[in-house]
């Protein structure tokens, strides 16, 4: 796992590549390196940090060349089927200089081209340049786990690079907030790829390769979600499962798996139990009551038993201390993760990837993913239950008023209500994802109409595969492209910003397509959200550990907002840069109606904040 950066281009000087490696000397503190050569009548430049997991000899170091010297590559992640394609080919008759995955990517991709991406199992961003040719080959994995950014100037000039700050190192890469991309934000609490939130600056997407010639960039998918449609039964789960938990064990230092007890990180604890060291990170008590939860030590210590796992338990304590503490984990947040993206739980996930790097794991396996590919999250049972949504409207209309006052569910109601006013499904699944109201948009965002017609067109583009399929199925497409990808973004930033590498194995795109292909009765069996993973963990843990409902950590936001108080959020909410874009009129309603008690506006004040300090960080305007 490594942080690449790069340019073709006449114009860029050693200086500026070198600033952009520095930039993300983070992802890969092991070892770094640049080249520069000639691509036909322009020069290009390839750097690469290092975090060494397979083959850790510097002779696996990168940028690496074909012995020919006519392939260049420089690649972040990790290719899991390297030992296979390496004995193919070997037996064509390839020389190998090293042991590492990078070489077998650089072998495959001189002998078959285009189609070796097809071969490949794995987590990956790639350049591959050919200088025979002069094209050069931007490449991202099938889900979308590692990232990869760029910009073509109008002059045919390529910059690409891990992360936006390393991208904002060439003086050629434009530095300019996209006010559609705010709005887009502000309905979901991220952007949707390709877009970053940035003016002519995208992301490769999942399943993709960008083609560079000539100074054109020409777009391929070589993976569809759509390419293997054939209905798995719960025996090809459980095999696709053990085959990706075992695959992604490859490396040459210690892997460790993040264990909550919940169902995820247990299926996958169920299949490594003897070969990770499982890590809990047991929440502070006075935390855990704050959130209004229950501690996991006890149902985590009966699923260790069950499973004959050997636990480590850590102390952990994720909340701010005070509210200027609470502040600076914003703007942290904000500065560190590059893309307009309030999640809190980033703060969380890097001091938990930095304890385990403590305990001298470079390499962490996850349950992330499960909820997407299994249809874990309320919402899909919502979008699954409600076949009519018109009538429950006037049913919670009349409610509204006497739930709101119940603290623990106050803020879902507003997102029920809220989905259930939008006529188009997309725009009403948006409404289950972010805080604000469309009236409550229309209202504080300029040109609402144009940018919501705008959304909602790109929105479109994402179910035109899925044609007449359930709402289900169109809510897995939609969180395919727009809260998974804002999930593995999170994950990739607070892990790498600690020197982790966070492996998915229920993100696995066998896997993936399997799942999310299931019908909508085997997703919800009996209406249990993950009803596939929590049958394949009925027979080892018996049914009330296998059907626990979920949990989780959620930060007591309540508590940090309150504790601001309402002239300290005036004034950092109604200055500054967020007033060119904002209507701080209605914000200041929000304010008055939150501190009065009328409504509860704990997360769109904070989405709010994390806007205030992402816009003093990334808007050069300010």
Request: proline share 3%.
């Amino acid at each position: 796992m490594c942080g690449i950066t790069g340019f073709i281009s006449n114009s860029t000087s050693t200086e500026e590549i070198a600033e952009s490696v520095r930039r993300i000397a983070h992802r890969g503190p092991d070892a770094d390196g640049t080249v520069i050569g000639k691509l036909g009548d322009m020069t290009f430049g390839l750097g690469h940090t290092r975090l060494s997991i397979i083959d850790l000899d510097k002779r696996a170091n990168q940028p690496m060349s074909s012995q020919d010297n006519r392939f260049w590559l420089t690649y972040n992640g990790e290719i899991y089927n390297y030992l296979e394609l390496r004995t193919e080919l070997e037996t064509i008759g390839y020389q190998f200089r090293t042991d590492s995955d990078t070489e077998a990517l650089l072998h495959a991709f001189a002998h078959w081209g285009v189609d070796s991406f097809r071969r490949l199992r794995g987590i990956f961003a790639a350049v591959i340049l050919d200088t025979r040719t002069g094209s050069v080959f931007l490449l991202r994995d099938q889900m979308g786990v590692k990232p990869l950014y760029y910009h073509l100037t109008d002059d045919g000039e390529l910059f690409f690079a891990s992360e936006l700050a390393a991208l904002f190192a060439y003086n050629a890469v434009p530095q300019s907030v996209n006010d559609d991309d705010l709005y887009e934000f502000l309905n979901c609490g991220f952007v949707w790829e390709p877009h970053t939130g940035f003016r002519d600056i995208l992301k490769v997407e999942p399943g993709n390769y960008a083609l560079f010639n000539r100074g054109r960039l020409e777009k391929q998918a070589y993976f569809s979600l759509d390419e293997n449609t054939r209905l798995a039964n719960q025996s090809d789960i459980a095999t696709s499962i053990r085959s990706a938990c075992n695959e992604q064990l490859v490396a040459d230092v210690p892997v460790a798996l993040l264990f909550s007890g919940g169902t995820d990180s247990t299926v996958i604890a169920n299949e490594t139990r003897d070969k990770v060291q499982a890590l809990f990170m047991r929440y502070n008590d006075h935390e855990t009551i704050k959130a209004g939860q229950v501690n996991d030590k006890a149902f985590v210590q009966a699923i260790s038993d069950k499973l004959e796992l050997e636990t480590s338990e850590i102390d952990f304590t994720v909340s701010p201390q005070n509210a200027d503490d609470f502040l600076f984990s914003i703007k942290s947040l904000a500065d560190e993760i590059g893309e307009p993206i309030s999640d809190y739980t980033y703060s969380a996930s890097k001091d938990i990837c930095g304890l385990a790097r403590s305990r001298g794991f470079k390499v962490v396996l996850s349950g992330m993913g499960g909820d997407e590919a299994f249809a874990g999250y309320p919402r899909h049972l919502l979008v699954y239950l409600l076949a009519n949504r018109s009538i429950l409207t006037p049913i919670l209309g009349v409610l509204r008023t006497l739930l709101r006052k119940i603290p623990r569910i106050s803020k879902k109601i507003s997102r029920l209500m809220s989905y259930l006013s939008e006529e188009d499904f997309a725009l009403a699944y948006c409404r289950t994802l972010g805080y604000f109201s469309d009236a409550e948009l229309k209202a504080l965002v300029p040109h609402h109409h144009e940018k919501k017609l705008s959304f909602k067109n790109r929105l479109s583009g994402f179910l035109d595969p899925v044609g007449r399929a359930t709402r289900l199925k169109k809510a897995l497409r939609l969180d395919y492209h727009g809260f998974l990808a804002h999930n593995l973004t999170v994950a990739d930033r607070s892990s790498m910003r600690v020197a982790v590498e966070m492996r998915v194995p229920l993100l696995d795109h066998r896997l993936y397509v399997q799942a999310t292909n299931l019908s909508d009765w085997t997703l919800l069996r009996h209406f249990r959200t993950k009803a596939v993973l929590k049958r394949l963990l009925r027979p080892r843990l018996g049914k009330t550990l296998a059907e626990r409902p979920k949990t989780g950590f959620n930060p007591p936001l309540d508590g940090h907002i309150d504790g601001l108080g309402k002239e300290r959020l005036a004034e950092l909410l109604t200055t500054g840069p967020i007033t060119r874009y904002l209507n701080t009129d209605v914000i200041s309603r929000l304010l008055d109606d939150h501190f009065a008690k009328r409504e509860n506006n704990t997360y769109k004040l904070w989405q709010l904040l994390f806007l205030r300090f992402w816009l003093e960080r990334w808007d050069v305007r300010k």
